[in-house]
């Protein structure tokens, strides 16, 4: 692969720079250091939340020089962070809902809970922790531990399960059961699938990246066509739904350059180049564009 230095890089955390939230980040934070060093933005860009980030100390692992060239989108659309003078977070931006907004987003998630035990007699349990959106767990038996994203026999099993309830469509129809849904409550939602988990909410990764795209274009005059966004969910879980990376892909960030460092076969949104090699593929490119 012909590397170009960017001058911003998109990067899922989970699966793609660290192998899981508890496992050591020493690894991604050396290979970020010097871009940060540098000028390059770099651009964390997860589901999760920033006290799961670098086990909640990220600030503490740069110098304020180096934190003005970080920024955080965080929690499927719903925080986005820079860092001040004094290298301390903020949110810049967020699309967080009222109480009323929040409680309808848990009130659509617990009608399909109940829709698909009485329908189909398929089991599934709530996160409802989350600031803007909900965790449908698909697959109660199966558990992940401390590796939270996408597994290789996860899309199998997956399909397998839908089968045998009789849920005709696969996740297409889990998708479209959770936008009439939403609908039914005024609200139109953004369902997204990694095959263990239905997420649904008020926003998605694609929130995220738009809104730091439009403040690195407004503070550097920054291009999507020169930044790289880096994941391992891009693959395609059914025909034309794709994984949760695959939200990095928007109408503003589509010229930019994707890459998926995931093993899992399949296919994959056709502005994506599959490089495998996971973690290390992820870290050894950050150390290329060093260079």
């Keep these: 692969m012909s590397v170009v230095k960017p001058r911003a890089v998109f990067f899922d955390w989970d699966g793609t720079a660290v192998y899981s939230r508890k496992a050591p980040a020493d690894a991604a934070l050396s290979a970020m250091r010097p871009l940060l060093a540098q000028g390059v933005k770099l651009v964390i860009v997860s589901?999760?939340?920033?006290?799961?980030?670098?086990?909640?100390?990220?600030?503490?692992?740069?110098?304020?020089?180096?934190?003005?060239?970080?920024?955080?989108?965080?929690?499927?659309?719903a925080y986005n962070y820079a860092f001040d003078d004094e290298g301390r977070p903020y949110v810049f931006a967020d699309r967080l809902p009222d109480r009323e907004g929040l409680l309808a987003v848990h009130s659509i998630c617990f009608d399909i809970h109940k829709e698909l035990l009485k329908k189909y007699d398929f089991p599934t349990d709530i996160v409802f922790s989350r600031p803007n959106y909900c965790k449908i767990d698909l697959m109660v038996s199966s558990q992940r531990g401390d590796q939270l994203f996408l597994q290789e026999n996860e899309l199998l099993l997956l399909k397998e399960s839908l089968k045998r309830h009789g849920i005709e469509g696969g996740l297409s129809t889990l998708l479209e059961m959770a936008k009439t849904i939403g609908a039914s409550y005024g609200i139109t939602v953004a369902p997204t699938c990694d095959a263990k988990y239905l997420e649904v909410g008020l926003s998605s990764k694609s929130d995220?990246?738009?809104?730091?795209?439009?403040?690195?274009?407004?503070?550097?005059?920054?291009?999507?066509?020169?930044?790289?966004?880096?994941?391992?969910?891009?693959?395609?879980?059914?025909?034309g739904i794709f994984g949760s990376d695959s939200f990095m892909i928007t109408e503003k960030s589509k010229r930019g350059h994707f890459f998926d460092v995931s093993e899992v076969p399949g296919e994959r949104p056709q502005e994506v180049s599959v490089t495998g090699g996971g973690v290390e593929r992820f870290l050894e490119y950050l150390k290329e564009i060093n260079k």
């Design 47 to 77: 589901g999760t939340t920033i006290e799961n980030i670098a086990g909640g100390q990220i600030e503490k692992c740069f110098t304020p020089e180096e934190l003005k060239n970080l920024y955080l989108g965080l929690g499927r659309g």
């Design 208 to 239: 995220n990246v738009d809104t730091i795209l439009g403040r690195l274009w407004q503070e550097f005059g920054i291009l999507p066509e020169e930044c790289s966004y880096w994941g391992d969910e891009y693959v395609g879980i059914e025909e």
